[in-house]
C-alpha cells in the first residue's frame, strides 16, 4: 500500500504542471509537519491506551520505545513530500533521487533510536529465560546487557546509514577488522578491564546496591560498565576501579553475610585481683548473649595474654547489626554498658604506662 501511495504522488506532482497548486501542497504539508507534532502525540498515546490490554509486554516496550522516534518519522515523511511537492526547476523524480539518502538516513537514524529506547527487552528477556538457564532477573546483567544492547543499536544503524549514502559497507568493516587488530594490541588493558566487567557479571560475586569491600576500599556498588566498577564510600565519596583490578582482588560482599564479626580487647591493670577478673568475664558474658543484636551462642570471652601495661580479655563474638549506621549504633550501646559494668565490678581500665627507677649516689657506689 506505501509503495502504491508513493507512486501515485510522484505520478501526481510529476503530471501537475500548476505551480499554484504544488505550492499549495507544499505548504499544506509544511504545516502538517511543523504544528501537527501534538496531535500525533496524542494519536499514539490514545492507540497504546485503547490496545495495551492486547499487547504482550514486548509489544509494549517496543512502543513505549519508538512513540516519539515515531511522531518525528511522521514529520519528517511530511517534510520530504513537501520538497518532493514544490515547484522546484527540477523534475519530482530526480528531486527524489537526490533527497532519499538523507531521508533514508534519517529515517534509519530515528528508527535506531527506537530501539535504542527500548533496552527494557534485555530484562524482558533474562526474566523469560529465568526458569531455564537458572539466571537471576537483577538489575546488574540488566543493565551491564542494555548497554552491549545499545552499542549494537549505535552501530547497526550506522552501517544501515553509510549503506544509504552508498559507502561499500563489506569492505569498511574488512578494513576495521584490521585496524581493529592493530587498535587490540594497543588497547590490551582495556579489553582485559571488558573481559573482566563480562566474568563479573556473569559470576555476580556482587550486584549494583551490594556493599563490598576490595582491598583497602569499601562501598556500595553503584554501576558495574564495560571498563569499570563503581563503589560509593561511607564517606559519600565516588571511586571508580577498573574491572581487572576487582577481579584481581579478594571480594568480600558484605550483603550476603548473615552476621558480622566483631572481636575486641579489654586491658585492665595488673592490680585487679582475679576473682574480680573472673566476675567481669562471667557478667560480661551474660551481659552480651541478652543484647538482641548479638548471636548468644558465639560469645567468647577469655583471658588471652599479659600485655607490658594490661591483663589482656580477649572478647569475641557475631552480631546481627549488618549495616553501619546499626552495627555503631550497637557499638555505642554496648560499650556504655560495659563501661558501668565495670565501674561496678572495681575494674580500673589500664593504659601505657612507664616505670622509672631512680638510684642515688650511695647506692651506685655500695
Known amino acids: 500500500m506505501l509503495a502504491n501511495f508513493w507512486a501515485d504522488f510522484l505520478g501526481f506532482v510529476s503530471s501537475n504542471n500548476s505551480v499554484v497548486l504544488r505550492a499549495a501542497l507544499t505548504v499544506v504539508l509544511a504545516l502538517a509537519a511543523v504544528?501537527?507534532?501534538?496531535l500525533y502525540h496524542k494519536l499514539i498515546i490514545w492507540l497504546r491506551g485503547r490496545t495495551e490490554r492486547f499487547m504482550p509486554q514486548w509489544l509494549r516496550i517496543l512502543f513505549d520505545g519508538f512513540s516519539i522516534p515515531l511522531v518525528h518519522l511522521?514529520?519528517?515523511?511530511l517534510i520530504f513530500l513537501a520538497v518532493l511537492a514544490c515547484p522546484l526547476p527540477i523534475p519530482p523524480r530526480q528531486t527524489a533521487v537526490l533527497a532519499w539518502p538523507v531521508f533514508g538516513a534519517v529515517s534509519i537514524a530515528l528508527i535506531g533510536l527506537g530501539f535504542w529506547r527500548s533496552e527494557a527487552l534485555c530484562g524482558l528477556l533474562f526474566r523469560s529465560a529465568q526458569n531455564r538457564l537458572d539466571l537471576e532477573s537483577n538489575k546488574t546483567m540488566t543493565r551491564f546487557f542494555e548497554k552491549i544492547y545499545r552499542v549494537l543499536v549505535m552501530l547497526i544503524t550506522v552501517l544501515a546509514i553509510l549503506e544509504t549514502f552508498g559507502v561499500p559497507v563489506a569492505g569498511l568493516m574488512a578494513g576495521a577488522g584490521v585496524a581493529g587488530l592493530a587498535v587490540s594490541l594497543a588497547a590490551q588493558s582495556t579489553l582485559?578491564?571488558?573481559?573482566?566487567g563480562i566474568t563479573l557479571v556473569m559470576e555476580r560475586p556482587f550486584g549494583i546496591g551490594d556493599y563490598i569491600v576490595l582491598g583497602s576500599f569499601e562501598g556500595s556498588v553503584e554501576e558495574i560498565s564495560f571498563r569499570s566498577t563503581k563503589l560509593r564510600t561511607p564517606d559519600n565519596c565516588l571511586i571508580t576501579v577498573e574491572n581487572s583490578k576487582v577481579s584481581?582482588?579478594?571480594?568480600?560482599?558484605?550483603?550476603?553475610?548473615?552476621?558480622r564479626l566483631w572481636s575486641f580487647v579489654i586491658g585492665v591493670t595488673y592490680s585487679t585481683p582475679r576473682q574480680n577478673i573472673e566476675a567481669l568475664c562471667a557478667e560480661l558474658t551474660e551481659l552480651l548473649r541478652?543484647?538482641?543484636d548479638v548471636r548468644a551462642e558465639t560469645v567468647q570471652i577469655v583471658v588471652s595474654g599479659f600485655g607490658a601495661s594490661s591483663i589482656d580479655i580477649d572478647v569475641r563474638m557475631y552480631v546481627t547489626a549488618l549495616g553501619l549506621a546499626d552495627f555503631r549504633a550497637m557499638k555505642n550501646r554496648l560499650n556504655l554498658a560495659i563501661m558501668d559494668l565495670m565501674q561496678r565490678l572495681g575494674c580500673?581500665?589500664?593504659?601505657?604506662?612507664?616505670?622509672?627507677?631512680?638510684?642515688?649516689?650511695?647506692?651506685?657506689e655500695s
Open 35 to 38: 504544528f501537527g507534532t501534538r
Open 74 to 77: 511522521l514529520r519528517w515523511f
Open 192 to 196: 582485559s578491564n571488558l573481559i573482566a
Open 248 to 259: 584481581a582482588e579478594y571480594i568480600q560482599n558484605v550483603t550476603d553475610r548473615k552476621s
Open 290 to 292: 541478652q543484647d538482641s
Open 348 to 364: 580500673e581500665f589500664a593504659f601505657p604506662s612507664t616505670s622509672v627507677y631512680l638510684e642515688t649516689a650511695a647506692s651506685i
